[in-house]
């Protein structure tokens, strides 16, 4: 826990101009910076930024969303390096590549920096780059999950539309699935890429090529609105099972028609909100939780979609 002078001194800072400020809450407290791995153009991460601003509100500290507009790693790890060296109270960061993102995190906390891992990244990892906790899913044990549940639904073979392949923390939800399923992944995993259009023709190809495929398995918004478009397309929407990972507008709209038949909510506002309060606390009194926090899995359904449907993309 950081001195009581050094917590002074820092609030006499924060006027300073921040870094690719997405989401800022005004304090005169702490300050912690939240750097993601998320390109400007996937909008699952508007949940991200409501959460640490709540959280920043509520708590009364500055609170920062910074980000690589790509989603280029390389340019993630200048972030980081960048972030530490404003000097903040606290960092809280996805850890999508270790090889990458381990070297500016680890020194980071050599820097004297509290530093909390969200949404990407393994307990193991965390505790190698020296970070105090993890808040996120633990990806396999979510595709596990859901593959037990495909299983039991009669599934016996599925793509999984990966639009993030360089995160190799989120291909463990494709394995997950597969072993889940009892079945080897093997090439049913595919590379979409990030543009919607792109997306949509290669699932629109490998369904082609693979007719007998039983579900399609999405890893979030970014790849399963396109995905939808290409059910749609084919005629297939509502006749081939279709899960995904993570909610967002379209997502409950799929559920909804019966297109999708579940959402698994890893519920990215409290992987943001926890993270901030988890950090103030350990500032301002030097409390810890003694153990990692799981956001999620949980299985979003046609039967449960009020609450998630009122704030779905702004909290859920």
Known sequence: MKSVIKTIALATTVA????????????????????SHAPDSDSWWNTIKNGIALAGEQLDVEVEYRNPPTGDLADMARIIEQAAASGPDGIITTLADFDV????????????????????????????????????????????????????DGIGSFVCVNHVISNTVVAERCRGFADGLGIDLGSQMIDAGQDPAEIKNRVQAYLNANPET??????????????????EEM?????????TFDLGDEIVKGIKDGIIQWGIDQQPFLQAYMPVVVLTN???????????????????????????????????
């Open 214 to 231: 039983d579900a399609v398995l999405t890893l979030g918004p970014t790849s399963a609105d396109p995905t939808k478009l290409a059910l």
């Open 101 to 152: 993102l381990s070297g500016p995190i680890r020194a980071a906390v050599d820097q004297g920096i509290d530093v909390i891992i969200m949404n990407s990244g393994t307990p193991e990892q965390v505790r190698e780059v020296g970070a105090l906790m993890f808040v996120g899913q633990p990806e396999y044990d979510a595709g596990y999950a859901a593959g037990l549940r495909a299983k039991g």
């Open 16 to 35: 300073a101009t921040p870094l690719m400020v997405a989401t800022t809450a005004s304090a005169a407290g702490e300050k912690y910076i939240l750097v």
């Open 282 to 316: 350990y500032d301002r009194y030097g409390v810890l939780p003694g153990n990692n926090i799981n956001s999620g899995p949980g299985f979003v359904t046609k039967d449960g979609l009020t609450k998630v449907e009122e704030f779905a993309g702004k909290y859920r």
């Open 235 to 243: 005629g297939l929407a509502g006749d081939i099972y279709f899960g």
